[in-house]
T-cell receptor, first 115, second 111 residues
Framework: DTEVTQTPKHLVMGMTNKKSLKCEQH?????MYWYKQKAKKPPELMFV???????INESVPSRFSPECPNSSLLNLHLHALQPEDSALYLC??????????????FGPGTRLTVT | AQRVTQPEKLLSVFKGAPVELKCNYS??????LFWYVQYSRQRLQLLLR??SRESIKGFTADLNKGETSFHLKKPFAQEEDSAMYYC?????????????FGQGTRLTINP
């Protein structure tokens, strides 16, 4: 299996809802990433997990809560979001090795709409 | 600060013509640079990395440290090359890899 999968594909939630995005890979990668991509903009890094530990948090608001239960799974818990949080949320994974151009493999994304 | 600049938001060329997508970067250390591509309705995927110096789908990119550039080139464009192209800079921080993307160039190949 050489793909990163993300569920759900689409999510509509109200500002008072709690929901979760899920990402999975079975390539043996040890680094996993969450990105946010607004329309016609590049992906922006949110979080990086390396060997199941949170390594980078790009000053993301606490209404976004990441979780890495094991090396194959990455979740993003959402609570009390704002309409401006509507975007495509991308998950990626990589080997997690230093140097040598560590390629990131991207999932198809979850299209989130906050109403 | 680490930054990637792609000066062209849109680029349109005719089939069979050469194409060059420009990318400049700002980074004080030794850079690792990538080109990612997103075809219509497909996920973002790696096209090239500078360290491998290979040609993929006829595209090449050379890292020029003097000019801090990593331009993407193809001598003869094909219609299937129409896509969104992102140049990206990779560096390690806090024990993890960080990827910074340029704003992207939408390439359209006209028949």
């Amino acid at each position: 299996d050489t793909e990163v999968t993300q569920t759900p594909k689409h999510l509509v939630m109200g500002m008072t809802n709690k929901k979760s995005l899920k990402c999975e890979q079975h390539m043996g990668h040890r680094a996993m990433y969450w990105y946010k991509q607004k329309a016609k903009k590049p992906p922006e890094l949110m979080f990086v997990y390396s060997y199941e530990k949170l390594s980078i948090n790009e000053s993301v608001p606490s209404r976004f809560s990441p979780e890495c239960p094991n090396s194959s799974l990455l979740n993003l818990h959402l609570h009390a979001l704002q309409p401006e949080d509507s975007a495509l949320y991308l998950c990626a994974s990589s080997l997690g090795v230093a140097g040598g151009g560590d390629e990131q493999y991207f999932g198809p994304g979850t299209r989130l709409t906050v109403t | 600060a680490q930054r990637v600049t792609q000066p062209e938001k849109l680029l349109s060329v005719f089939k069979g013509a050469p194409v060059e997508l420009k990318c400049n970067y700002s980074y004080s250390g030794s850079p690792e640079l990538f080109w990612y591509v997103q075809y219509s309705r497909q996920r973002l995927q790696l096209l090239l990395r500078h360290i491998s110096r290979e040609s993929i789908k006829g595209f090449t990119a050379d890292l020029n440290k003097g000019e801090t550039s990593f331009h993407l080139k193809k001598p003869f464009a094909q219609e299937e090359d129409s896509a969104m192209y992102y140049c990206a800079l990779s560096f390690r921080i806090q024990g993890a890899q960080k990827l910074v993307f340029g704003q992207g160039t939408r390439l359209t190949i006209n028949p």
